[in-house]
Every structure is written in C-alpha cells, then in structure tokens.
C-alpha cells in the first residue's frame, strides 16, 4: 500500500475505493495485457464514470456491449478492467460480483434489475416520524440477504420522537434478527453507532423510501453536501430525476453508494434471502412434513402449528408468505416453464395432499 492510498483524495487510490483480493484475484486469471481494475461511480447513458485508475470515464468495448445482457451491464460499484489508454478509457470486462442488490424492474416482463453492486452493508432506513412499517423493512430486509450483503436497520429522524427505544420494539423480530441503529441525521446524533458499520474499504449502501432522509444521511457521513436533499430540491422533482447514483467515498475510509429514489422494491427472485431473512419460520419449517410446504394449510406443517400455538408472530407468517408469492409470480412471468413447473409441482403436492387426507379419514373410520 502507498501511503497516498491511507488519504482519500480528489483522486482515491484502488483501496480507498474497496479494491479486495475478490477481484484483484479476478484480474489476474484474466491476465489482459495492460488492463487495470477500475470502479464504476456513476452509469451515465453510455458513458460510466471510474474511480481507482487515472482515467475518469470510461465505455463498454464493442464487443463486450453485444455480450452483456442488461443485468450483468455495469451498475454503480461494479468492478471492471479497463484499458486506459483511450479517452475514454475503454471497458473489456465487469468483474464477477461479490454481491448485488436486485430488484423487479417495471413492465410486464417482470425483469430483474440490478441497482449496485459489491455493496458489503446495506442502511435499511426508515424514519420515526411516519408509521413504522415493519413489511417494508422485512422486504428490505430480505433482498439485500438475498443478494449476499448484510443490512443494518436504521431508524432515522429521533429528534421527532420522545421514544426512540418503543420504534424498535415496533419492528419485533425484524429488529431482533438485524441490527438497529437509531439515529438524527439531521441534529447529527448517534452517528458513531452508524460509523461502527462502515469500516475502512467498506462499501454501504443505502436504500429505503424517499423522504426518510438518506441524502441528509450521506452528507452528514462525508461531512458535506454532496446529495441534494427534500429542503434543497428546488424543482420539487425528486432525487431520481435529478441526479445519478453515485459512488462517495468518506474521508474517513469506506465508501457510500447512494441508490435511486426507489418507490418500491419488487422482489424477482430468491436464492435464500427470504429464509435468511426469517430464521425463526425457516427453523420450525424444517420440521414440516414437506420438504417444500407452503406453510398455507398443508398437513403436517409444523409453521402454522407454531403460530396457532402463538410461538411465532402471525403477521411474520403472512408477510413471508406474501413475499414468497411475488418471488413466484415474478419467476414465472420471467420464464413461462418455470410457471409450467410450479403447476405441476402444485399439482403433484396437492394430490399427495388428497392421498394423505383420504388416509387420515380412513384411519379414523
Ligand atoms: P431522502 O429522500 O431519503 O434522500 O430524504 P432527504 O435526505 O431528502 O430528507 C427528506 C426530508 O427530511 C428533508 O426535509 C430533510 O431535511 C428531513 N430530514 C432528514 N433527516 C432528518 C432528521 O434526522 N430529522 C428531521 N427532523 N428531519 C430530517
Ligand atoms: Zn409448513
């Protein structure tokens, strides 16, 4: 290391901007004569702003513009190797990333799409003034699981609230499964909880509704007003219009990926964030007689016994259910043989249903 990498400057060194083995070791097995890792900042239309090499844009080669389909184009902190001899430098690959943050892009097609990249903690935020809305925060919760990142719930805007502590018991286990910051990004308070979590080469992102304070967050963080916030939006057209996503990188070490405003986010897929995200109902599901129960009145479903027993919270049942549903939906209106599957399977699971039913009624004759 350099000694310039230990003080972010206008022109941050490969560290500063989270450079890991993950990737250098990448770099190497592609082993492209004079490419150079660089980190996307911003997607502009075509044209991608780079942090950690010496040039400051930079395109996709030709070539690897006919490969990538839309999801695996470069998002805001996807790593790429780039030859910098052009102007703009030119982009030959996008580096496998270590996480992603997805969501259900809108239209019909029910697409996937990918809003960052190699984010290590996600700031779920919400804010203590409006109703606190435990489903919302679970859904964060789960897709930022979902794509291999760690969230961290933060409670933002206490300045407004006498009782910070009563929000978080609000969030029930949402709140006791992930951690909970509560914070005044506004009056500056309990920032060094928040800093706990951005460690040096760290990147965190943050997501949640509009309003909750995030620009206010991200400035306070860096120490300057680099995001516009609600009170300096003068053409009262929202973040999402104005500005692009941005790669930030805090004089403190770490680095912040400021996502668009986001009015929803659709979940499009799941490879285990919805059970990560619910560890006490992915417990007790293992003790249900299907290895695939739905948990919606299948017999033998050792879920729904614990909530009729009331050891799990019903709302927790209703809202993994929910998300599970959307997931599916989502798959299979992304491929038209996956919804060919789930009737099958659902065929196939419901006359076992029937057999074992027809068994339990002849048992008790
Ligand atoms: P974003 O849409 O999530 O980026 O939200 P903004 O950062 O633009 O903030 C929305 C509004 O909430 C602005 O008027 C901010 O001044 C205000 N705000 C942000 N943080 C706080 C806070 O901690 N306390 C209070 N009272 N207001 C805040
Ligand atoms: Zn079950």
């Given at each position: 290391m350099t000694p310039d990498s230990a003080r972010p400057g206008p022109c941050p060194s490969l560290t500063d901007v989270g450079y890991?083995?993950?990737?250098?070791?990448?770099?190497?097995?592609?082993?492209?004569?004079?490419?150079?890792?660089?980190?996307?900042?911003?997607?502009?239309?075509?044209?991608?702003?780079?942090?950690?090499?010496?040039?400051?844009?930079?395109?996709?080669?030709?070539?690897?513009?006919?490969?990538?389909?839309?999801a695996e184009r470069p998002v805001a902190g996807d790593w790429v190797a780039v030859d910098p001899s052009h102007d703009p430098a030119t982009i030959h690959h996008v580096l496998d990333r270590r996480t992603v943050l997805r969501r259900r892009a809108a239209g019909r097609a029910a697409a996937t799409q990918i809003i960052a990249a190699n984010v290590d903690v996600f700031f779920v935020v919400t804010s203590a003034d409006r109703d606190l809305n435990p489903r919302r925060v679970e859904r964060y919760v789960a897709a930022v699981l979902d794509g291999g990142a760690n969230p961290v719930i933060v409670v933002n805007k206490t300045d407004l609230v006498a009782d910070p502590s009563s929000l978080v018991e609000e969030l029930g286990v949402a709140a006791a499964t992930t951690p909970v910051v509560c914070v005044s990004a506004q009056a500056g308070t309990d920032l060094d909880a928040l800093r706990e979590h951005i460690g040096q080469g760290t990147t965190v992102g943050l997501v949640g509704s509009s309003g909750v304070g995030k620009s206010t967050l991200v400035n306070r963080l860096l120490g300057r007003a680099a995001l516009p916030t609600t009170a300096t939006r003068s053409d009262g057209k929202g973040r999402h219009t104005t500005t692009r996503r941005q790669l930030l990188v805090l004089p403190t070490g770490g680095i912040l990926i400021d996502t668009p405003g986001m009015r929803e986010l659709g979940l499009a897929e799941d490879e285990g964030g919805l059970d990560a995200a619910f560890p006490e109902l992915s417990a007790i599901a293992e003790r249900c007689r299907f290895g695939d129960c739905g948990h919606s009145g299948e017999p033998g479903c050792a879920v729904l016994a614990a909530v009729e027993a009331g050891e799990v919270d019903r709302a927790r049942l209703d809202s993994y259910r929910q998300l599970q549903r959307e997931i599916a939906v989502a798959e299979a209106r992304r491929d038209p043989a996956v919804a060919g599957n789930v009737k099958r399977r659902w065929k196939t699971i419901s006359k076992a249903i029937r057999a074992l039913e027809r068994e339990e009624r002849q048992r008790r004759r």
């Open positions: 890991a083995p993950y990737f250098s070791a990448q770099l190497d097995l592609l082993g492209g004569e004079g490419l150079v890792p660089a980190r996307i900042a911003a997607d502009g239309s075509g044209l991608y702003s780079l942090l950690g090499c010496a040039a400051a844009q930079g395109e996709l080669t030709g070539k690897l513009r006919q490969k990538l389909s839309p």
